[in-house]
């Protein structure tokens, strides 16, 4: 499995941009970059993958380096709520494509 | 859409009890997941089920954990005895596509178990 390497935790200002950090050095031509959270007491929540190109939903902006060794997760305006744990995860490119969970980066956002 | 279903909430049980979780995917969602996470690390797979056929159960401790997916949709997760090790979040997941790596995961709230 590729590895991921996250800071164990961050904090960031409230109506700021936060900017989360991933390395995955190990990563092969066809495998995905994904990022999830978890808020306290729920599932993870899916916020976007991708695989070469920058992405971006109306959660988030996926920055992904030329080489991808490494990626940015952009959370454009931190609110309170994003409060969570954040996942940087490869996704395998074996049989059953799972999702292999790291420790991530707990991320807490402050007013 | 719906989300990902998963019933019972909450759970306690005493050690070399039985117990089962429930899990209803996202329909017409091919691939269905069980993870444990214990308190303050990651989820974990324990099983992947792609329609009715099990696809992934490496890390499924079969001695006291069994799934099943009738039908392909529904499937529950059943632990029997249970050990105090295994109190955990039991959390289902579901994705649309097999065999793809570009179809996300969607997960449920979980069952929290603990067993004393």
């Known amino acids: 499995d590729a590895k991921t390497t996250q800071p164990p935790s961050m904090d960031c200002a409230e109506g700021r941009a936060a900017n989360l950090p991933c390395n995955h050095s190990t990563i092969s031509g066809n495998e995905y970059v994904y990022w999830y959270r978890q808020i306290h007491s729920q599932g993870p929540q899916y916020i976007i993958h991708?695989?070469?190109n920058n992405e971006t939903n109306e959660m988030a902006s996926l920055i992904i380096t030329e080489d991808r060794k490494s990626s940015t997760l952009i959370l454009p305006h931190a609110t309170l709520r994003d409060t969570a744990v954040y996942y940087c995860?490869?996704?395998?490119?074996?049989?059953?494509?799972?999702?292999?969970f790291g420790g991530g980066t707990r991320v807490l956002v402050k007013p | 859409e719906a989300g990902v279903a998963q019933s019972p909430r909450y759970k306690i049980i005493e050690k070399r009890q039985s117990v089962a979780f429930w899990c209803n995917p996202i329909s017409g969602h091919a691939t269905l997941y069980w993870y444990q996470q214990i308190l303050g690390q990651g989820p974990k797979l324990l099983i992947q089920?792609?329609?009715?056929?099990?696809?992934?159960d490496s890390q499924l401790p079969k001695d006291r954990f069994s799934a099943e997916r009738l039908k392909g949709v529904d499937s529950t997760l059943k632990i029997q005895p249970a050990k105090l090790e295994d109190s955990a979040v039991y959390l289902c997941?579901?994705?649309?596509?097999?065999?793809?790596?570009?179809?996300?995961?969607?997960f449920g709230n979980g069952t929290r178990l603990t067993v004393t």
């Open positions: 991708g695989l070469k």
């Open positions: 089920f792609q329609n009715n056929g099990v696809v992934d």
């Open positions: 995860i490869v996704r395998v490119g074996a049989a059953g494509n799972k999702l292999t």
């Open positions: 997941a579901s994705s649309w596509d097999v065999g793809s790596y570009n179809s996300p995961l969607h």
